[in-house]
C-alpha cells in the first residue's frame, strides 16, 4: 500500500469519520489528480511502510475470532493495557511492541513490588543496549506472583528496571508506570483494536 506524505505535493487533504464501517482516528486523505485516469482505482490506503488488515467483525479468520480481549486506552499517541501481580494493579502500563526482549519494564519503585526485592543488588539478569543512542543496563528479577493481562496470565515474567533512571517512567508527560514488551506474547498473535472499542486482544 502506499501512503502519500504531504511534501509528495499531492493535493488537499479531508479528513474521514469512517472507512468501511470502522471509525478511524482522524486519518489524512491526500488528492491524487493522476488517479482519475484510472477508472478502476480510487485511492490507497496504508501506513509508511506498513500492512495492515481490516475486517468486518464476522468475518474475522477463526483463529483472531477466538481471541481473549481487555479494555485498554489510548493517551497521548501511547497504548496503555491494565495489568495485575498480587497486590500491585496498573492501568497506566504501555504496550510497546519495540521492547522486544522486555517483559515488563517499570520504575524502581514498581519493580521493588514485583519482585519483592529491596535492591537491584544481585538481580539475576540483566539487559544492555542502546536506546536513543544512550547506553542502558536494566536489572531483572522474576515477579513474585503472576502478571495478569486481564484474565490471561502472562506466564513467567522477568520484570526489569535501570537503577541508573529509578523513575524514567514518572518522568513522561502522561501517568505511566511502565512498558510490557513483546518477550511474554511471542508465541501468540496480538490484536490492538483501535476503534470506540479501544481494545488489546490476545490469541495464546
Known amino acids: 500500500m502506499h501512503y502519500a506524505r504531504p511534501d509528495h505535493g499531492f493535493g488537499p487533504r ?18 491524487n489528480a493522476d488517479m482519475a485516469a484510472d477508472l478502476d482505482l480510487r485511492g ?7 500492512r495492515f488488515c481490516l475486517f468486518d467483525e464476522a468475518d474475522l479468520p477463526p483463529v483472531l475470532a ?31 511492541t519495540g521492547s522486544s526482549e522486555i517483559p515488563l519494564h517499570v520504575d ?11 535492591t ?18 536494566l536489572a531483572g528479577a522474576p515477579a513474585a506472583a503472576p502478571v495478569m493481562l486481564g484474565e490471561g496470565e502472562l506466564g513467567p515474567i ?9 523513575e524514567s517512567f514518572a518522568d513522561w508527560p502522561m501517568r505511566t508506570e511502565g ?3 513483546n518477550a511474554s506474547l511471542w508465541d501468540g498473535i496480538v490484536i490492538l483494536d483501535l476503534t470506540e472499542r479501544m481494545r ?5
Open 44 to 50: 490507497t490506503l496504508g501506513y509508511p511502510d506498513r
Open 66 to 96: 477466538r481471541a481473549t480481549y481487555v479494555r485498554a486506552m489510548l493517551r497521548g499517541g501511547k497504548f496503555f493495557v491494565p495489568i495485575r501481580s498480587g497486590g500491585f494493579a496498573s492501568d497506566t502500563i504501555v504496550f510497546d
Open 158 to 166: 522477568t520484570v526489569f528496571t535501570n537503577p541508573d533512571a529509578p
Open 120 to 137: 537491584t543488588d544481585a538481580a539475576p539478569a540483566a539487559i544492555t543496549g542502546l536506546a536513543w543512542g544512550q547506553p542502558f543496563t
Open 179 to 181: 512498558v510490557l514488551g
Open 200 to 204: 488489546f486482544g490476545r490469541v495464546a
Open 108 to 118: 524502581l519503585a514498581v519493580w521493588k513490588r514485583l519482585t519483592g526485592r529491596a
Open 14 to 31: 479531508v479528513r474521514p469519520a469512517a472507512f468501511a464501517r470502522a471509525g478511524l482516528d482522524r486519518p489524512l486523505v491526500y488528492g
